[in-house]
């Protein structure tokens, strides 16, 4: 049963575009939801999060935005470079279970010049 | 500052073997935890520890699977005997405590291939 889905595998994305990526839960207990970044041969590492009261969290050219109705969050970077292409995961955990994360497949995401 | 240590990069091994991965989390960082991560999926929590005590070890395969976190610092994990299935990259992660789920900071993983 995968709580956390990210139904893209793979994303290219020009160089200076908008990279919008996507990802799906179906626990209703996850109240906090991080994106990590991970590059080849590198342990994940966080980037940005939201806590379930927020709509909108905005860092840098990284925004994630929550759609608590629909289950959905995303990511989206302005703009895009090349030292953007990692992979990247989302994750969320659940009250009082702070610490428990449950990641989403990953999404490969390539900035093309 | 030093990041989270994890040793070996790589394994290769025959199945049946037995392997071990040792950890060396952040200083200072009290709770620790092991992740699998499947080709082409996300990572699975394994065992996690406050200190000493392995506080949520629900996911850990008993059978074969094993963990210890001596002193409340470094942290081995264990398989014996490893099967084919147990391929996989084996994450460290470490925070200063478990309250805030941000604060988790990998390792570069052990990359386990069971032959």
């Known amino acids: 049963d995968q709580q956390v889905k990210q139904n893209s595998p793979s994303l290219s994305v020009q160089e200076g575009r908008i990279s919008i990526l996507n990802c799906d839960y179906t626990?209703?207990?996850?109240?906090?939801f991080l994106w990590y970044k991970k590059y080849p041969a590198e342990g994940p590492t966080f980037l940005i999060s939201?806590?379930?009261?927020?709509d909108k969290n905005e860092d840098g050219r990284f925004t994630v935005f929550l759609n608590k109705s629909a289950k959905h969050l995303s990511l989206h970077i302005v703009p895009s470079q090349p030292g953007d292409s990692a992979v990247y995961f989302c994750?969320?955990?659940?009250?009082?279970?702070?610490?428990?994360?449950?990641f989403g497949t990953g999404t490969r995401l390539q900035v093309t010049l | 500052e030093a990041g989270v240590v994890q040793s070996p990069r790589y394994k290769i091994i025959e199945k049946k073997q037995p392997v071990a991965f040792w950890c060396n989390p952040i200083s200072g960082h009290n709770t620790l935890y092991w992740y699998r991560q499947n080709l082409g999926q996300g990572p699975e929590l394994l065992i996690r520890y406050e200190n000493e005590e392995a506080v949520d070890d629900s996911q850990l395969p008993k059978d074969r699977f094993s963990a210890e976190r001596l002193k409340g610092v470094d942290s081995t994990l264990k398989i014996q005997p490893a099967e084919l299935g147990d391929s996989a990259v084996y994450l460290c992660a470490s925070s200063v405590d478990s309250g805030a789920a941000y604060e988790q900071y990998f390792g570069p993983g052990t990359r386990l291939t069971v032959t």
């Open positions: 994750a969320a955990s659940a009250a009082g279970t702070a610490s428990k994360l449950t």
């Open positions: 939201i806590s379930s009261i927020k």
């Open positions: 626990n209703s207990m996850f109240d906090y």
